[in-house]
């Protein structure tokens, strides 16, 4: 079983908000820096979020320009991925993963199964 079990996607209108949680297990969350990534079909996978393991989380350096915040609790060994002014483009299935980069993320531990998020009228 995966050590990233990712939740919360759903079919949502564009301008609506989804926030995504990303419960990790086998290792202690506090040391790490967790990415969020996306794939959509037919596309290469690519990270959209990052935080680090001070919990800075520069989300403006990414593609989706601030529009998804990260956010993490270590006591519960979660992530969240609050995601707002959603557009049909943002439209695939969300992981998430240690390190913040597709490279590093998946040498580190393999993928979970992600979680679909559609974004359509």
């Known amino acids: 079983q995966s050590q990233f079990v990712e939740s919360g996607g759903d079919l949502v209108q564009p301008g609506g908000s989804l926030r995504l949680s990303c419960t990790v297990s086998g290792f202690d969350l506090e040391y790490y820096s967790i990415g969020w990534f996306r794939q959509a079909p037919g596309k290469e996978r690519e990270a959209v979020s990052c935080i680090d393991s001070s919990g800075d989380s520069p989300d403006d350096a990414f593609a989706v320009k601030g529009r998804f915040i990260t956010s993490r609790d270590n006591s519960k060994n979660t992530i969240y991925l609050q995601m707002n002014n959603l557009k049909a483009a943002d439209s695939g299935v969300y992981y998430c993963?240690?390190?913040?980069?597709?490279?590093?993320?998946?040498?580190?531990?393999?993928w979970g199964q992600g979680t679909p998020v559609t974004v359509a009228s």
């Open positions: 993963s240690a390190g913040c980069s597709t490279t590093v993320a998946g040498a580190l531990l393999p």
